[in-house]
């Protein structure tokens, strides 16, 4: 027995001694100039000059090696566009972890030859704050604009019309390359229709957004991430795109020299649609019941323009300073033939055909300026950024109205002048306190100016003499000024909980004033916008992340605007210069895990809005409704979102999702509550036949969502597209098809309000070819450059024409 226990003694110290000859090797990567990680870079572990273990960089730069006997070693780092690496005599003793500390790798300046990439970004990628959609690598996109981007992703609903919401809620903020635009403030679907597909790199949905960034309100920040090359040498791209229903044309161009680097991208548009609507009301005034039947047919077209300019100078390795320049304008007509009838007590009380047409042109721009002070020490920086942007508008309308014999007898007009300025500056610090943990501060100052002059005139008997109407016209001086301070603590560690903590205050002070004699008014409040973040990376690629957020919402110029459209005379549109912003309570859990060629997502979100801005339609007597802008609601929403990408075959992938929610209006002012579950289905279905031939067959279904007073319908979409790689890859042709086996897109939308009942049939023309064309040329060498850009998300931002 005492031998047996010498035995298994002597095989456990063995064992023990065995164990403990293993360690740790880890290190960082930087670039030597830039002073930044290099992410997914080649790390070896050579003994004698052969590699015994082989690992890649983190997005971080960090690499470790887990089990390194003992031995002396060497480690060698290479990626592309930098010159290898070697670190020599890395010795491993005793079974004692080894910290190599920062390998910094230089660039090289040797042009690449063409590379043969094996395996692509996934479409859909889960990072630790956000869920990025790679939609360079989605072949159905092209041709088209921004919102078939959007479209494409899990938690986004886009309708027809082009408005946004993301998991059910309209409350969102959209960026271009981190930073605001004032097309966006004014209207999300206008902005994004005059961004061709082609350029979007990337789309990143932050849900739950850190103290780190403006307030911004109840579902998240939706970031759009055009190409852009910061690698050395010339290159650019065109790429002619037509369809039955647009027309894209855009080209790119870079250069990038030792230490200035210049781009600039453009582009035009031209678009047509064509649409029905009939629209049945029933309203009741006293005892007396009266029914309204208008039918519509609307045709229209526009065009867009739009072309950026990007130069940034790398002063030297510590200093660098940008300039940008973004500019943009367009304009849309509509075309309204307009039948009216009204029955009240059996007897036709009332008809007119209305000839009317509507136009909105447009053109702003953005300049931005931005200096950065790096540091020797990794990753800390000071950040300089300033950024003005300015628009105008024209929102004009005509109108005739028509009897049973076609004969002219009433005449309107009208016009809303309108601009929006907007000055920012933003100072922000980045310090890490450790290798695991960073300290962020920063303060920043918004400045806007909106003003709206509006005019209305008429004229009677059919005749050209018009005349104003005084008591419809105004003009509408908005100041807004936004002061506000954050800081965050982000601590991060592969074996723990990582935490992401930060509070922000933010100052607004408002000023309103009307020149037609209403009272002018101020308003001036402070707000606290606390945020939490805890994620923790599990065995098996399986990770999860629980967030809070308190968030802030400020009306924009759509929302506040006191115009009143009133180019249909019983449908009448307008804005609140009242409005308060809203304030909303956030919590999501998530998670995810990768298992061979699958990823699956879940995240499951509970959001409540106070104050929540609502359309409110009332029907006077006359049965004309009008629909202002009020904040008279709570807006609550809980449910879960599922996601999953998986490849078939090495040639086949697929990806889908269901976003399901239960979403509750209700209001105490009005008496009125509405609720139901909502649900978004999408599937996306790619094959690479080899030889350069690809297909993509994508498809969704939005189910019905509610509002205050009703709901809007559901719909769906589908389209598949062939590709075809020529020119020895460097040119694509494509051709793609939308619902081939529909010629319309209809959908209903329901009213009720206290005296009034109504429906509304829309049917929109949506099937249609598309042909897309690309090419690219120059070659180029590898450079990686980060640049920080403002991002004013503190607004909500109109949802577009309806």
Same mark, same amino acid.
């Given at each position: 027995?005492?031998?047996?226990?010498?035995?298994?003694?002597?095989?456990?110290?063995?064992?023990?001694?065995?164990?403990?000859?293993?360690?740790?090797?880890?290190?960082?990567?930087?670039?030597?100039?830039?002073?930044?990680?290099?992410?997914?870079?080649?790390?070896?572990?050579?003994?004698?000059?052969?590699?015994?273990?082989?690992?890649?960089?983190?997005?971080?730069?960090?690499?470790?090696?887990?089990?390194?006997?003992?031995?002396?070693?060497?480690?060698?780092?290479?990626?592309?566009?930098?010159?290898?690496?070697?670190?020599?005599?890395?010795?491993?003793?005793?079974?004692?972890?080894?910290?190599? $500390?920062?390998?910094?790798?230089?660039?090289?300046?040797?042009?690449?030859?063409?590379?043969?990439?094996?395996?692509?970004?996934?479409?859909?990628?889960?990072?630790?704050?956000?869920?990025?959609?790679?939609?360079?690598?989605?072949?159905?996109?092209?041709?088209?604009?921004?919102?078939?981007?959007?479209?494409?992703?899990?938690?986004?609903?886009?309708?027809?019309?082009?408005?946004?919401?993301?998991?059910?809620?309209?409350?969102?903020?959209?960026?271009?390359?981190?930073? =605001?635009?004032?097309?966006?403030?004014?209207?999300?679907?206008?902005?994004?229709?005059?961004?061709?597909?082609?350029?979007?790199?990337?789309?990143?949905?932050?849900?739950?957004?850190?103290?780190?960034?403006?307030?911004?309100?109840?579902? $998240?920040?939706?970031?759009?991430?055009?190409?852009?090359?910061?690698?050395?040498?010339?290159?650019?791209?065109?790429?002619?795109?037509?369809?039955?229903?647009?027309?894209?044309?855009?080209?790119?161009?870079?250069?990038?020299?030792?230490?200035?680097?210049?781009?600039?991208?453009?582009?035009?548009? &031209?678009?047509?649609?064509?649409?029905?609507?009939?629209?049945?009301?029933?309203?009741?005034?006293?005892?007396?019941?009266?029914?309204?039947?208008?039918?519509?047919?609307?045709?229209?077209?526009?065009?867009?323009?739009?072309?950026?300019?990007?130069?940034?100078?790398?002063?030297?390795?510590?200093?660098?300073?940008?300039?940008?320049?973004?500019?943009?304008?367009?304009?849309?007509?509509?075309?309204?033939?307009?039948?009216?009838?009204?029955?009240?007590?059996?007897?036709?009380?009332?008809?007119?055909?209305?000839?009317?047409?509507?136009?909105?042109?447009?053109?702003?721009?953005?300049?931005?300026?931005?200096?950065?002070?790096?540091?020797?020490?990794?990753?800390?920086?000071?950040? +300089?950024?300033?950024?003005?942007?300015?628009?105008?508008?024209?929102?004009?309308?005509?109108?005739?109205?028509?009897?049973?014999?076609?004969?002219?007898?009433?005449?309107?007009?009208?016009?809303?002048?309108?601009?929006?300025?907007?000055?920012?500056?933003?100072?922000?610090?980045?310090? =890490?306190?450790?290798?695991?943990?960073?300290?962020?501060?920063?303060?920043?100052?918004?400045?806007?100016?909106?003003?709206?002059?509006?005019?209305?005139?008429?004229?009677?008997?059919?005749?050209?003499?018009?005349?104003?109407?005084?008591? %419809?016209?105004?003009?509408?001086?908005?100041?807004?000024?936004?002061?506000?301070?954050?800081?965050?603590?982000?601590?991060?560690?592969?074996?723990?909980? $990582?935490?992401?903590?930060?509070?922000?205050?933010?100052?607004?002070?408002?000023?309103?004033?009307?020149?037609?004699?209403?009272?002018?008014?101020?308003?001036?409040?402070?707000?606290?916008?606390?945020?939490?973040?805890?994620?923790?990376? %599990?065995?098996?690629?399986?990770?999860?992340?629980?967030?809070?957020?308190?968030?802030?919402?400020?009306?924009? +110029?759509?929302?506040?605007?006191?115009?009143?459209?009133?180019?249909?005379?019983?449908?009448?549109?307008?804005?609140?210069?009242?409005?308060?912003?809203?304030?909303?309570?956030?919590?999501?859990?998530?998670?995810?895990?990768?298992?061979?060629?699958?990823?699956?997502?879940?995240?499951?979100?509970?959001?409540?809005?106070?104050?929540?801005?609502?359309?409110?339609?009332?029907?006077?007597?006359?049965?004309?409704?009008?629909?202002?802008?009020?904040?008279?609601?709570?807006?609550?929403?809980?449910?879960?979102?599922?996601?999953?990408?998986?490849?078939?075959?090495?040639?086949?992938?697929?990806?889908?999702?269901?976003?399901?929610?239960?979403?509750?209006?209700?209001?105490?002012?009005?008496?009125?509550?509405?609720?139901?579950?909502?649900?978004?289905?999408?599937?996306?279905?790619?094959? &690479?036949?080899?030889?350069?031939?690809?297909?993509?067959?994508?498809?969704?279904?939005?189910?019905?969502?509610?509002?205050?007073?009703?709901?809007?319908?559901?719909?769906?979409?589908?389209?598949?597209?062939?590709?075809?790689?020529?020119?020895?890859?460097?040119?694509?042709?494509?051709?793609?098809?939308?619902?081939? +086996?529909?010629?319309?897109?209809?959908?209903?939308?329901?009213?009720?309000?206290?005296?009034?009942?109504?429906?509304?049939?829309?049917?929109?023309?949506?099937?249609?070819?598309?042909?897309?064309?690309?090419?690219?040329?120059?070659?180029?060498?590898?450079?990686?450059?980060?640049?920080?850009?403002?991002?004013?998300?503190?607004?909500?931002?109109?949802?577009?024409?309806?």
């Amino acid at each position: 027995m005492k031998s047996f226990l010498l035995v298994l003694l002597a095989f456990a110290s063995s064992i023990g001694f065995v164990l403990a000859q293993h360690a740790k090797v880890s290190g960082l990567l930087l670039d030597s100039v830039a002073n930044k990680p290099v992410e997914f870079a080649t790390v070896a572990l050579l003994k004698e000059g052969k590699p015994i273990q082989g690992v890649t960089t983190d997005s971080k730069g960090a690499f470790v090696f887990q089990k390194a006997p003992t031995g002396d070693y060497s480690i060698q780092a290479s990626f592309v566009g930098y010159s290898p690496k070697t670190v020599e005599k890395v010795t491993v003793m005793n079974g004692q972890d080894i910290e190599v $500390g920062v390998i910094k790798m230089a660039q090289t300046a040797q042009k690449l030859a063409e590379v043969t990439i094996t395996e692509q970004k996934a479409l859909f990628e889960e990072k630790s704050d956000r869920m990025v959609y790679n939609a360079e690598k989605d072949i159905s996109i092209k041709g088209g604009d921004a919102t078939d981007v959007l479209k494409k992703i899990p938690s986004i609903a886009v309708d027809i019309e082009g408005n946004v919401q993301l998991r059910g809620s309209s409350n969102i903020k959209v960026l271009i390359n981190n930073k =605001p635009s004032s097309i966006v403030a004014r209207s999300i679907s206008d902005a994004l229709k005059q961004i061709p597909a082609d350029i979007i790199k990337q789309v990143e949905v932050i849900t739950s957004p850190s103290a780190k960034y403006d307030a911004e309100g109840t579902a $998240g920040i939706i970031n759009i991430i055009t190409k852009k090359n910061s690698i050395q040498g010339t290159s650019g791209s065109i790429s002619p795109n037509f369809g039955q229903w647009n027309n894209w044309q855009n080209a790119t161009l870079n250069h990038r020299m030792k230490s200035i680097s210049i781009s600039a991208n453009g582009g035009y548009s &031209d678009w047509k649609n064509k649409r029905y609507i009939q629209l049945l009301r029933s309203f009741s005034n006293g005892d007396t019941v009266t029914n309204q039947n208008q039918t519509q047919w609307i045709t229209g077209n526009g065009k867009n323009f739009y072309g950026t300019l990007n130069i940034d100078w790398d002063i030297d390795s510590l200093n660098r300073l940008g300039a940008g320049l973004n500019y943009y304008n367009g304009a849309n007509t509509n075309g309204f033939d307009i039948n009216f009838q009204e029955i009240s007590q059996s007897v036709v009380s009332q008809y007119f055909r209305r000839d009317m047409s509507r136009t909105y042109d447009w053109a702003g721009a953005t300049i931005n300026l931005d200096y950065t002070r790096l540091f020797k020490k990794p990753k800390k920086e000071l950040t +300089f950024l300033m950024l003005y942007s300015f628009e105008g508008e024209d929102s004009d309308y005509w109108s005739n109205l028509l009897n049973r014999s076609n004969s002219v007898y009433y005449r309107e007009k009208s016009f809303n002048i309108s601009n929006n300025k907007e000055g920012t500056l933003q100072l922000d610090f980045t310090n =890490p306190l450790d290798s695991v943990s960073t300290l962020e501060m920063g303060t920043k100052t918004i400045f806007r100016q909106i003003l709206s002059d509006y005019r209305i005139a008429s004229a009677l008997d059919g005749s050209t003499d018009f005349k104003d109407i005084p008591s %419809l016209a105004n003009v509408f001086d908005y100041a807004q000024q936004v002061t506000s301070a954050y800081a965050v603590y982000n601590r991060t560690s592969k074996k723990k909980w $990582g935490l992401n903590l930060g509070m922000r205050y933010e100052h607004t002070f408002i000023q309103a004033n009307f020149l037609n004699g209403t009272a002018p008014f101020s308003n001036n409040y402070g707000n606290f916008i606390p945020s939490i973040s805890l994620s923790r990376s %599990l065995p098996k690629e399986q990770k999860i992340r629980i967030n809070y957020s308190q968030r802030i919402q400020r009306p924009q +110029f759509y929302y506040l605007n006191p115009y009143v459209n009133q180019s249909d005379s019983k449908n009448l549109y307008g804005g609140n210069p009242y409005l308060k912003p809203e304030l909303t309570h956030s919590i999501e859990a998530n998670y995810s895990v990768s298992i061979k060629q699958t990823s699956l997502n879940a995240s499951f979100f509970l959001r409540q809005t106070n104050n929540a801005i609502e359309g409110i339609n009332t029907v006077d007597n006359e049965g004309v409704l009008k629909q202002i802008f009020q904040n008279v609601a709570q807006n609550s929403a809980y449910g879960v979102n599922l996601s999953a990408n998986t490849k078939l075959t090495k040639q086949w992938s697929i990806n889908g999702s269901l976003n399901v929610f239960y979403n509750i209006l209700e209001s105490t002012e009005l008496n009125t509550r509405n609720a139901d579950w909502m649900y978004r289905i999408n599937l996306n279905s790619s094959i &690479d036949f080899g030889k350069g031939y690809k297909a993509q067959l994508f498809g969704f279904y939005n189910s019905a969502r509610v509002n205050l007073q009703g709901t809007y319908g559901g719909f769906g979409f589908y389209n598949v597209v062939l590709q075809k790689e020529i020119l020895k890859k460097k040119a694509t042709i494509g051709f793609g098809y939308d619902n081939p +086996f529909s010629e319309t897109i209809s959908w209903r939308n329901d009213f009720v309000g206290p005296n009034f009942v109504q429906t509304q049939d829309v049917a929109m023309y949506r099937r249609g070819w598309r042909l897309n064309l690309k090419y690219e040329f120059g070659k180029m060498n590898s450079s990686q450059r980060q640049k920080k850009r403002i991002s004013n998300d503190d607004k909500k931002a109109g949802e577009g024409n309806n």
